[in-house]
Each structure stands twice: as structure tokens, then as C-alpha cells.
């Protein structure tokens, strides 16, 4: 009897440790959300100049939402970030703590972010700009004028001069120019008579020039992260609407609506220049006399010469 008092006790500790596991796996809190392969949570950001937000705190609430959808869908954790400085964005994206984000196209060219979906509204990837203006009624009322034009890079004149404007103006038609780090701090210059005009979606603000369909902000990837997880955000962002002033939802990203864009961003404004360039009607032009006058009965020509006599052909020499 004594020797079986070990073993029975040894049979007990293991019984209750089985107990225990059991119990501990029964009574286990529910698993968090997937996260990155090491554990980090994802962050989606919203660089977008061009996006018309009421403030700051509009902005982060969009990039909030944007990240609370991709959760859903894909199962990861995600948080959002609003920025509404280029350097701030860049410090973010420079230390990795920025995985994907919702950038201005032209920011996304020219820093060549990989494009994961195109913002789309109401079902388009594109949506002309107006030029807001504070007085005046036409292009040519702005000459010599200041606009309040958001910072974004070095091909900011371009954007304007070559695209918006189509080279129709020259790269000086317009005065010192007021930069911004927004869309709601270049209306805010106009309405304060601090700036004579500024380019915006249209939508936001009746203006009195209408561009060229501009391409809308694109879905990127700003860090490395697991192919896995890559390709689910990248499906999962094709679901979402996320409403807002400029973008409604999303599509596959299309390089060919970028084209126009690229090759503005990247040529030296130019200008008409030596082009020529169509006047307007309705010009006074000087007379030039006509060179034959025609009758009402056909001109009488000379009459024709008679025959003229022939002589016989000289006689062969040979």
C-alpha cells in the first residue's frame, strides 16, 4: 500500500494539469486581429493636398474610416493617419511606420510610390479642376495675378502650365504665386483677398476656367510588407466606399490615365511660344483688288492666222 501512494499521487498531478489545459483552452479571451507578420499593427495614411477636408480632424476622421474598412475585409488591424504637411508624411514613410496611404497623383509619380488602386468618383478616375478666382471672369483677367497653389513638388508649375493650362499661357502669365500645403489654405487666401485665384476639384467651388480631366489621388504601398498581406489590401481596397468631397471609392489602377500627367510633370513649362495661335473673328482685314474681272459674255479672242504656204523638201544630197 505504501508503494502505490506515489504513483496514485503522481497520477493525480497529471490528471489535474490535464484539467487545467483544458480549462485554460475552454476559458481562453478571443484572439485579437491579425496583424503584420510581427505583430505590428498596419497603418494607412492620407497625404492628399488636392482633397477638399473642412479641417485637420476631417481628414484624420477619413483616414480612420479608410483603415476601419480595410480591417473589416482583410481581418488585419489597422489604424489611420490624416497628414497635412509633405515633411511630416515623409518622416513617417522614411522610418517605415507608414504602410500604405491615399497620396495626390502627382505625388505618387513623382515620388514613384507602387500603386495598389485608382480613387475613383462616381465610378470615374478623373475629375476636372476649376480655377477659383476672387475677381475677374476669364483666364486672361488673372494675368499678372498671384494664385494661392498648393505645394506638392518640383513639377507644381508644370502641373499648372502644362496640364491644367495646356501650355496655352506662358510659364510667367501669372504673378507671385502663394504656396499652401492645401486646398482649404488656398481657398482660404482667395476668399481673404490674399490671392487672386487657385485650382481645385471641381465640386468644391465655382470657378471660371474648367480643366482637362485630372487624374484623382491614388492607393499605394509606402513599405515593405508580407506579399500575403500585400495582395489582400490590395483586393480589400477595391471594395471600399469611403465618401468624400473628390474620392467616392476605388478601381484597378489604370497607368494610361496617368500618361498626360507624367509627361506635364516632367517637361519645363514652355508656353505657346512660337506656336501659332488662332484669333478671334470678325477682324477688319484690308481689301485686296482682284486680279481678273469676269464679264458676263466670253471674252473674243483674235481670229486664228490662215495657213501658212509649205515648200517641197530639198532634194537627197546622197
Given at each position: 500500500?505504501?508503494?502505490?501512494?506515489?504513483?496514485?499521487?503522481?497520477?493525480l498531478c497529471v490528471?489535474?494539469?490535464?484539467?487545467a489545459?483544458?480549462l485554460?483552452?475552454l476559458?481562453a479571451?478571443?484572439?485579437a486581429?491579425?496583424?503584420?507578420?510581427?505583430?505590428?499593427?498596419l497603418?494607412?495614411?492620407?497625404?492628399a493636398p488636392?482633397?477638399?477636408f473642412a479641417?485637420?480632424?476631417?481628414r484624420?476622421?477619413?483616414?480612420e474610416?479608410?483603415a476601419a474598412?480595410?480591417g473589416?475585409?482583410t481581418g488585419?488591424?489597422f489604424?489611420g493617419?490624416?497628414?497635412?504637411?509633405?515633411?511630416?508624411f515623409?518622416?513617417?514613410?522614411?522610418a517605415?511606420?507608414?504602410?500604405?496611404?491615399l497620396?495626390?497623383?502627382?505625388?505618387?509619380?513623382?515620388r514613384?510610390?507602387?500603386?495598389?488602386a485608382?480613387?475613383?468618383f462616381?465610378?470615374?478616375?478623373t475629375?476636372?479642376?476649376?480655377?477659383v478666382?476672387?475677381s475677374?471672369?476669364?483666364?486672361?483677367?488673372?494675368?499678372?495675378k498671384?494664385?494661392?497653389?498648393v505645394k506638392l513638388?518640383?513639377?507644381?508649375?508644370?502641373?499648372i502650365v502644362n496640364?491644367?493650362?495646356?501650355?496655352?499661357v506662358?510659364?510667367?502669365?501669372?504673378g507671385?504665386?502663394?504656396?499652401?500645403?492645401?486646398?482649404q489654405?488656398?481657398?482660404?487666401?482667395?476668399k481673404l483677398?490674399?490671392a487672386?485665384g487657385?485650382?481645385?476639384?471641381?465640386g468644391i467651388a465655382?470657378?471660371?476656367?474648367t480643366s482637362?480631366p485630372?487624374?484623382?489621388?491614388?492607393?499605394?504601398?509606402?513599405?515593405?510588407?508580407p506579399?500575403?498581406?500585400?495582395?489582400k489590401?490590395?483586393?480589400?481596397?477595391?471594395g471600399l466606399?469611403?465618401?468624400?468631397r473628390?474620392?467616392?471609392g476605388f478601381?484597378?489602377?489604370?497607368a494610361d490615365i496617368h500618361?498626360g500627367?507624367?509627361?506635364?510633370?516632367?517637361?519645363?513649362?514652355?508656353g505657346?511660344?512660337?506656336?501659332?495661335?488662332?484669333?478671334r473673328?470678325?477682324l477688319d482685314?484690308?481689301?485686296?483688288?482682284?486680279a481678273?474681272v469676269v464679264?458676263?459674255?466670253p471674252p473674243q479672242?483674235?481670229p486664228?492666222?490662215?495657213?501658212?504656204p509649205?515648200t517641197?523638201p530639198?532634194p537627197?544630197?546622197?
Amino acid at each position: 500500500m505504501s508503494r502505490l501512494r506515489p504513483m496514485i499521487a503522481r497520477w493525480l498531478c497529471v490528471a489535474w494539469l490535464c484539467a487545467a489545459c483544458a480549462l485554460g483552452t475552454l476559458w481562453a479571451p478571443p484572439a485579437a486581429a491579425q496583424t503584420a507578420d510581427d505583430g505590428q499593427t498596419l497603418v494607412v495614411g492620407v497625404y492628399a493636398p488636392h482633397m477638399y477636408f473642412a479641417n485637420s480632424i476631417a481628414r484624420s476622421e477619413y483616414a480612420e474610416q479608410l483603415a476601419a474598412g480595410l480591417g473589416r475585409v482583410t481581418g488585419l488591424s489597422f489604424r489611420g493617419r490624416g497628414f497635412s504637411t509633405q515633411g511630416e508624411f515623409a518622416n513617417q514613410v522614411a522610418a517605415g511606420q507608414l504602410h500604405f496611404a491615399l497620396v495626390d497623383a502627382q505625388h505618387q509619380i513623382e515620388r514613384g510610390y507602387e500603386a495598389l488602386a485608382q480613387g475613383t468618383f462616381n465610378g470615374r478616375p478623373t475629375l476636372p479642376m476649376v480655377l477659383v478666382a476672387g475677381s475677374g471672369s476669364s483666364v486672361a483677367d488673372l494675368a499678372g495675378k498671384g494664385l494661392a497653389r498648393v505645394k506638392l513638388g518640383r513639377g507644381d508649375e508644370g502641373f499648372i502650365v502644362n496640364f491644367l493650362l495646356q501650355n496655352q499661357v506662358e510659364p510667367d502669365f501669372f504673378g507671385q504665386a502663394r504656396t499652401v500645403r492645401d486646398v482649404q489654405g488656398a481657398l482660404s487666401l482667395v476668399k481673404l483677398g490674399k490671392a487672386d485665384g487657385a485650382f481645385v476639384y471641381k465640386g468644391i467651388a465655382p470657378g471660371i476656367f474648367t480643366s482637362r480631366p485630372v487624374p484623382l489621388p491614388v492607393f499605394v504601398r509606402t513599405a515593405t510588407v508580407p506579399a500575403g498581406v500585400e495582395q489582400k489590401v490590395r483586393q480589400a481596397v477595391l471594395g471600399l466606399t469611403v465618401p468624400s468631397r473628390v474620392v467616392r471609392g476605388f478601381s484597378a489602377y489604370r497607368a494610361d490615365i496617368h500618361k498626360g500627367l507624367r509627361g506635364a510633370l516632367r517637361a519645363k513649362p514652355r508656353g505657346p511660344g512660337n506656336r501659332p495661335v488662332l484669333s478671334r473673328g470678325g477682324l477688319d482685314l484690308p481689301r485686296i483688288a482682284a486680279a481678273l474681272v469676269v464679264g458676263d459674255t466670253p471674252p473674243q479672242l483674235p481670229p486664228v492666222a490662215g495657213e501658212l504656204p509649205t515648200t517641197d523638201p530639198p532634194p537627197d544630197l546622197y
